[in-house]
């Protein structure tokens, strides 16, 4: 028997004052009453109720016991009621994670809209380019940038990142200006560590998509650091549109290859199956998805 269920069993005998009292209360048998009762002094090794042929009373055990049991009890309750609640408002607090361009340049510009609906939610956003273990490291809600592997999480796609290569004028100047993807072997291409391989450029042109080796003296494992090399004239990145735009629009780097596109990569939000699924991430999943799961 369930010792709390047992417990609750025992506060409402005491309660009516009887066994046959309780059980009509509870929707039981009087002698399934008396287990409950019974099972609670065997595994306590106590007399809980002095017992009569009509009525029973409390030792003074049992009334120490009582008084405990329905603090006990009163706990739970408020408990599974703060439960209850929590799936329906948006209260509390969600941890989420995403890879540090994104997250920069496109979650966070989007947070405050949705705080601006759900105020009693608070954010907890990790960055990072490293892949994350949703379940084992306890986040509400991941987004990757690039390929799923089959992992049994819920994923929901949202709108592709635009890729870009791009380099410096001064470079541009020094080296040349790529024509070709297969002008890149002549090239310091700067690598993304976390691409796999990352000695490897896709590009979508007229006649389908072509895979070109690339090499370059530097590659760095965060996208701002890839971007800051490039301004300094060091050799050409690919890096996500919304990270160099502010610089293309302001001649500091300039597009090479036009009539060729990088792939996009595909995003998605991801979350544990299985989860209790509470109030404040679903209104959280719900506006992602609205706002981010469309082209800009």
């Not at 706990?75 to 329906?88: C, H, K, T, V, Y």
């Not at 989860?275 to 082209?295: A, H, I, M």
Request: with cysteine.
């Amino acid at each position: 028997m369930d010792k709390f269920t047992s417990m609750a069993v025992f506060v409402k005998a005491v309660e009516c004052g009887s066994f046959a009292a309780a059980a009509e209360a509870l929707s039981l048998s009087a002698p399934m009453v008396g287990k409950h009762v019974q099972q609670l002094e065997k595994a306590l090794g106590v007399t809980l109720l002095n017992r009569s042929t009509r009525r029973h009373s409390l030792t003074e055990v049992g009334r120490n016991y009582y008084e405990r049991c329905k603090i006990v009890l009163a706990e739970m309750e408020m408990a599974d009621a703060i439960a209850q609640e929590s799936r329906l408002l948006a209260r509390g607090h969600l941890r989420i994670s995403a890879s540090i361009n994104y997250g920069t340049h496109c979650l966070v510009p989007v947070l405050s809209g949705y705080r601006a609906g759900h105020p009693e939610v608070t954010l907890g956003l990790e960055l990072s380019d490293s892949v994350v273990d949703v379940i084992a490291e306890g986040y509400d809600a991941v987004f990757r940038v690039g390929t799923l592997p089959d992992s049994g999480l819920l994923a929901r796609p949202l709108a592709p990142y635009r890729m870009l290569a791009c380099a410096a004028p001064s470079y541009l100047a020094a080296h040349g200006t790529p024509t070709t993807p297969k002008d890149l072997a002549q090239h310091q291409c700067l690598g993304f560590t976390h691409w796999s391989p990352r000695e490897v450029w896709y590009f979508d042109g007229a006649a389908g998509r072509e895979a070109v080796p690339v090499h370059g003296a530097l590659s760095a494992n965060v996208g701002q650091a890839l971007r800051v090399a490039a301004l300094s004239g060091m050799g050409i990145i690919m890096q996500p549109a919304v990270l160099v735009t502010d610089d293309v629009e302001a001649g500091r780097l300039v597009p090479v290859l036009p009539g060729y596109a990088p792939p996009t990569l595909p995003v998605h939000l991801v979350t544990a199956p299985g989860r209790l699924r509470t109030q404040k991430l679903q209104s959280f999943v719900d506006y992602v998805v609205n706002v981010l799961g469309r082209e800009a």
